[in-house]
Nanobody
Framework: QVQLVESGGGLVQAGDSLSLSCAAS????????INWFRQAPGKEREFVAS????????YVADSVQGRFSIFRDNAKNTVYLQMNSLKAEDTAVYLC?????????????WGQGTQVTVSS
């Protein structure tokens, strides 16, 4: 089984940058992809970014294109979400999730989430 631990959230000002980490442990060789999602109060969970574990191919949602990027540190088994030019509407709980089956849209493991608050 895979375990995920997020870190890096906090309170920042609009325009600031923040980097979130998602550290994977356990059966990391079984990971197909790791996604970042976010959920703001009263809103549905929203896809933010995804990275394929095997070849580091990543992409971000249109809503954060040009501001956010996703990358992986192989030595640390950690996926990072670099967030630049943060806006108040980026305020949410950010969660990472691992998928081990490339043929489904379900995620096997979720992290506990990390709060990001952007003040305007």
């Amino acid at each position: 089984q895979v375990q995920l631990v997020e870190s890096g959230g906090g309170l920042v000002q609009a325009g600031d940058s923040l980097s979130l980490s998602c550290a994977a442990s356990g059966r990391t060789f079984s990971i197909w992809a790791i996604n970042w999602f976010r959920q703001a109060p009263g809103k549905e969970r929203e896809f933010v970014a995804s990275i394929r574990w095997s070849d580091y191919t990543g992409y971000v949602a249109d809503s954060v294109q040009g501001r956010f990027s996703i990358f992986r540190d192989n030595a640390k088994n950690t996926v990072y979400l670099q967030m630049n030019s943060l806006k108040a509407e980026d305020t949410a709980v950010y969660l990472c999730a691992a998928k081990t089956d490339s043929h489904t849209n379900s995620f096997d493991t979720w992290g506990q989430g990390t709060q990001v608050t952007v003040s305007s």
